[in-house]
Structures are given as structure tokens and as C-alpha cells.
């Protein structure tokens, strides 16, 4: 079973601060994806990343896969109220399954 | 239009109930999936479906029992219901069943067990 670690699990900032978000495995993954909750709502997609060491900008969030394609990070700078909600990686395995990871709650406040 | 739409959004039940829980898709896509959410917010995939053929089938108890009438539907059948089952379902959809595709979530059906 591929299981992908999130950390932190909750993260309680105030709005203006910077943080980062990490997902890790022992696997590797042909790609990975990352995606927002919100609460009520399915998860939204808001990144694929492929290749090893790719870096994507969305904004003010940055998404990074690590080099062996075990690892990701999303970093998001100055962070706003509308970033609060649940954020989900899920990387591409073996016979093409999407597993997701266990998740990171984010809060920010004014 | 709503491009995943599960039914109904929130279920309570007793134990030992029969209850099922609708989805369509209405993006033509290939692939339909249902995902159980549980307390934690942990994702879980249960089943894949690409075009009316099961493709994925996780550990997953017999109770539960998945039909694809077509490609745009997935269905998803709950026999003698459990505390346990409790849990978020979430149906989604993609174009391929590849694994690398964007999924596309309904908003999730709330199923309470008491």
C-alpha cells in the first residue's frame, strides 16, 4: 500500500504569514497532484506536477516535487482567510491509482 | 449545471438498513469513482468504474455494492448498514482512468449511521 504522510496535520496562522505544507512517502509517483477542500464541497484540484523537481506557481502558492518523485511541498506566501480549508496531495502509483494523502487543515484568521 | 451531482447529501439512518446513493456526471467523462471520507478527512478510493466496467475494486466489504447503468452513472448500493459506515462518499469523475487525470468531486453525501 502507497500511503502518503501530510504534515502538519493543522496549521492555525494569521493572515499576512508564510508557511509550507509537506507530502511524503517511501514510493515514488509518477505524478502528483494537489487539492483544496472546503468544508461541504469536494476537494477542487489546484496543481498537477510530473516531473521530478518541477516547481509550479499558482499565485501565491508554489508547489514543488521532489527530485525522486517521493516528496511534494506547497508553500503559500502572505496567507489569506480564503486559503483556509483542508489540503489534500494524492500521488499516481502502481495500477494507476490515485491515493490520497492524509490531509492538512489550515486556518487563517485576521 | 452542476458537473457532479450526488443524491441525496445527507442520509441517517438505523443499522441494519438497505440504503443507496445516486451520482451522475454530466462532463462525458469515461471514468467514475467513489471515494469514502471518514472522520479524520481521510480520502479512501472504493471503487472505479470506466465506461460501466469495474476497474477498481479496494478492500472494500460486499455490503457495499457499486452499479454503473452507463457512463455518465454510478450508483452506489449499502446493505446492512453499519456504525462504522458512517462517513462522507464522495463520487467523482475523470476523463481517463489513467490516475493522472484531474478528478472532478461531487459535493459528498453525509451518510450517518445510528
Known amino acids: 500500500t502507497q500511503l502518503l504522510e501530510q504534515s502538519p496535520q493543522f496549521l492555525s496562522i494569521q493572515e499576512g504569514e508564510n508557511l509550507t505544507v509537506y507530502c511524503n512517502s517511501s514510493?515514488?509517483?509518477?505524478?502528483l497532484q494537489w487539492y483544496r477542500q472546503e468544508p461541504g464541497e469536494g476537494p477542487v484540484l489546484l496543481v498537477t506536477v510530473v516531473t521530478g523537481g518541477e516547481v509550479k506557481k499558482l499565485k501565491r502558492l508554489t508547489f514543488q516535487f521532489g527530485d525522486a518523485r517521493k516528496d511534494s511541498s506547497l508553500h503559500i506566501t502572505a496567507a489569506q482567510p480564503g486559503d483556509t480549508g483542508l489540503y489534500l496531495c494524492?500521488?499516481?502509483?502502481?495500477?494507476?491509482?490515485?491515493?490520497f494523502g492524509t490531509g492538512t487543515r489550515l486556518q487563517v484568521t485576521l | 449545471d452542476t458537473a457532479v451531482s450526488q443524491t441525496p447529501k445527507y442520509l441517517v439512518t438505523q443499522m441494519g438498513n438497505d440504503k443507496s446513493i445516486k451520482c451522475e456526471q454530466n462532463l462525458g467523462h469515461d471514468t467514475m469513482y467513489w471515494y469514502k471520507q471518514d472522520s479524520k478527512k481521510f480520502l479512501k478510493i472504493m471503487f472505479s468504474y470506466n465506461n460501466k466496467e469495474l476497474i477498481i475494486n479496494e478492500t472494500v466489504p460486499n455490503r457495499f455494492s457499486p452499479k454503473s447503468p452507463d457512463k455518465a452513472h454510478l450508483n452506489l448500493h449499502i446493505n446492512s448498514l453499519e456504525l462504522g459506515d458512517s462517513a462522507v462518499y464522495f463520487c467523482?469523475?475523470?476523463?481517463?482512468?489513467?490516475?493522472?487525470?484531474?478528478?472532478?468531486f461531487g459535493e459528498g453525501s453525509r451518510l450517518t449511521v445510528l
Open positions: 514510493s515514488v509517483f509518477s505524478s
Open positions: 494524492a500521488g499516481t502509483g502502481t495500477a494507476s491509482k490515485l491515493t
Open positions: 467523482a469523475s475523470s476523463w481517463t482512468s489513467s490516475g493522472t487525470g484531474e478528478l472532478f
